[in-house]
């Protein structure tokens, strides 16, 4: 990653609390820029639509208005040409969360609980590298 190049992010989690707490940490790397939030997953594919992020770090259990199935959600997200971050407040290992991710097509699953010491350094690699294939 060139110097000058920015990991651009789209935080994407209904909850407004971890939404401040996840920009307050992002803020605190010049290399990463939050490019825009989204509360719903509606809202995330806009977004990513209209932003292209590197990065969407994407929460599993948003609501939303539209019963959207992940595979159309991960086409959407890798059209936009963004790798996906998987969050959760569920152990990354648990079934549920993790199945949800890889149908997702998500790099990885973070635990939400352990977003100060994980958060940054896994944006900062996924950014970095080159995109999957759509």
């Excluded at 990065?55 to 959207?68: E, G, Q, S």
Aim: charge should be negative.
């Amino acid at each position: 990653m060139e110097k000058s190049k920015h990991v651009g992010v789209l935080l994407a989690d209904d909850s407004a609390i971890i939404r401040k707490a996840v920009t307050r940490l992002l803020e605190s790397e010049p290399a990463i820029k939050l490019l825009a939030e989204a509360e719903t997953f509606s809202q995330t594919i806009q977004l990513a639509t209209a932003l292209k992020p590197d990065v969407v770090l994407l929460d599993l259990h948003m609501p939303d208005d539209h019963a959207f199935e992940p595979e159309f959600v991960k086409s959407q997200l890798a059209l936009a040409g963004s790798r996906i971050l998987a969050t959760s407040f569920s152990k990354p290992n648990a079934d549920d969360s993790r199945t949800l991710a890889e149908r997702l097509g998500a790099v990885t699953l973070l635990d939400k609980l352990e977003f100060g010491s994980v958060l940054i350094p896994t944006i900062l690699r996924v950014g970095a590298s080159p995109s999957n294939p759509a």
